[in-house]
């Protein structure tokens, strides 16, 4: 099964700065889809940005941007100019592109997650 | 608007007396699915439908039963609910199955006595 790992459970940063947020998985698939997704304090799951693994361009969604490594299976996120409604629980997501049978279709599978703090 | 729709948003109830939470979505999305958050665990799958009366397994489904009869309602059922199954759900959906960006709904909290 696909892994999802997010080795930071908690990161910090100053208002206006750039912090990283790391992700690793594990898949020996070749097609697939990533994703972040941002849990403020009401608990919404917002999606941030999403990357298709078959895409060699880092996506970007204005202050956003990752940096994806297929060949290293990571996938960070930059958040630039960190702002106060930043703060949130940050989950990183896998999900296979590849229609067939077994139990991985169509799911999403998640990080624990790593809690941002975005400090005045 | 398009949007994931969840009722009820909280609920408390007792030990084995069977709930629904109750999912719908307004965007003609083929893929459903249900999830549980817990702490330091993440977003794991109970289950997941990819059409009308067409349902499977996730990871943790144990407890739970769902339906899928009409293609915007996916209901969770809790038949006799446990004290483990204190958890916040979510609900989400896509467009089709593998290729597209799920959607979730606010979030059921759950608390089990």
């Known amino acids: 099964a696909q892994t999802v790992t997010q080795s930071q459970p908690e990161m910090s940063v100053q208002e206006a700065e750039t912090v990283t947020l790391s992700c690793t998985y594990d898949t020996s698939e070749s097609d697939y889809y990533l994703f972040w997704y941002k849990q403020p304090p009401s608990r919404q799951m917002i999606l941030v940005i999403r990357?298709?693994?078959?895409?060699?361009q880092n996506a970007t969604e204005n202050r956003f941007s990752v940096n994806f490594q297929k060949a290293a299976k990571s996938f960070s996120l930059k958040i630039s100019d960190s702002q106060l409604g930043d703060a949130a629980m940050y989950f990183c997501?896998?999900?296979?592109?590849?229609?067939?049978?077994?139990?991985?279709?169509?799911?999403?599978?998640f990080g624990r997650g790593t809690q941002l703090t975005v400090w005045p | 608007e398009a949007q994931v729709t969840q009722n009820p948003r909280y609920l408390i109830t007792v030990t084995g007396k069977k709930l629904t939470v109750t999912c719908s979505q307004n965007m003609n999305h083929e893929y459903m699915s249900w999830y549980r958050q817990d702490p330091g665990l993440g977003l794991r799958q109970i289950y997941y439908?990819?059409?009308?009366?067409?349902?499977d397994k996730g990871d943790v489904p144990e407890g739970y039963k769902v339906s899928r009869k009409e293609k915007r309602n996916f209901p969770l059922i809790l038949e006799s609910p446990s004290p483990n199954q204190t958890s916040l759900y979510f609900c989400?959906?896509?467009?089709?199955?593998?290729?597209?960006?799920?959607?979730f709904g606010p979030g059921t909290r759950l608390l089990v006595l």
């Open positions: 997501a896998y999900r296979s592109a590849i229609l067939g049978g077994g139990s991985t279709l169509g799911r999403l599978y």
């Open positions: 989400a959906s896509s467009l089709r199955t593998a290729q597209e960006t799920q959607y």
């Open positions: 439908s990819m059409n009308v009366e067409v349902t």
């Open positions: 990357q298709e693994a078959y895409k060699q």
